[in-house]
């Protein structure tokens, strides 16, 4: 964990920037916010798997790999009651694959398909929670790109 973050930028929701600041120096010194990671990553709660897919800029060395992300294999190893993706990973092969792992997809169907399947449309609305997690990624991106 690292303490390099714009304190001064957060809201007065979480009371004054340097009490904050001075709390997560505390909490990492302890020990506590690996404590956190750990329990995330070892009893994870997939109920939901969101995903989506977005550019980032990477270094040059970076760059150049053969082959793609187009297959369905990222959810082979992953349990979930639901997977919520937007319309672009509407495919039949999607929808099979993910059927087959005993996962509900919530996907809306594209508007070229012959039969509209059915979605769940209020548990749909929860997938902006990957759209922000996308969105706070690349404001971070951005960030460490302007002090460079």
Known sequence: MTADAPWRDLTPDYGHWSNVHRRFIS????????????ILINNPDNKWLMID???CKVHPHAAGAIGGNQETALIDSISAEYLLADR???????VETTNAHGIEPVIPPKKNRKH??????HLYKYRHLVENAFLHLKKVERNCNSVR
């Open 27 to 38: 909490w990492k010194d302890k020990g506590i916010w690996e404590k956190l990671m750990e």
């Open 53 to 55: 897919a977005s550019h």
């Open 88 to 94: 672009g990973y509407d495919s039949s092969q999607m």
């Open 116 to 121: 509209q399947r059915y979605y769940d449309t």
